[in-house]
């Protein structure tokens, strides 16, 4: 069992940047792969980012690449997600999700492949 609790949300402006932080309890934290998932009102979640359980491997949704990066720190027990040139179209809550030995990248973008969710951030980009 894994809690996780989001923060670094906010308003902003567009091209600014925001670094959302995700601190995860448990002591397996390391088992887990991470990712982020975000949504715009009255929209269906959708996919933006993941790393596996070691770090060594990340995955983005195409429209996020090279704007978010997404990084872990398993001594921490926090996953992070540096999201740059901010636009209005990524206004959205942003979620932090994590599921215990998730191997298979392809299964990433499916929300119902993550087991544990958090509560949510609110990220607000101003044009």
């Known amino acids: 069992q894994v809690q996780l609790v989001e923060s670094g949300g906010g308003l902003v402006q567009t091209g600014d940047s925001l670094r959302l932080s995700c601190a995860a309890s448990g002591p397996t934290f390391s088992t887990y792969a991470m990712a982020w998932f975000r949504q715009a009102p009255g929209r269906e979640r959708v996919f933006v980012a993941a790393i596996s359980w070691s770090g060594g491997s990340t995955y983005y949704a195409d429209s996020m690449k090279g704007r978010f990066t997404i990084s872990r720190d398993n001594a921490k027990n926090t996953v992070y997600l540096q999201m740059n040139s901010l636009k209005p179209e990524d206004t959205a809550v942003y979620y932090c999700?994590?599921?215990?030995?998730?191997?298979?990248?392809?299964?990433?973008?499916?929300?119902?492949?993550?087991?544990?969710w958090g509560q949510g951030t609110q990220v607000t980009v101003s044009s």
């Open positions: 999700v994590a599921a215990h030995r998730l191997y298979s990248s392809g299964d990433y973008p499916r929300p119902q492949s993550w087991g544990y």
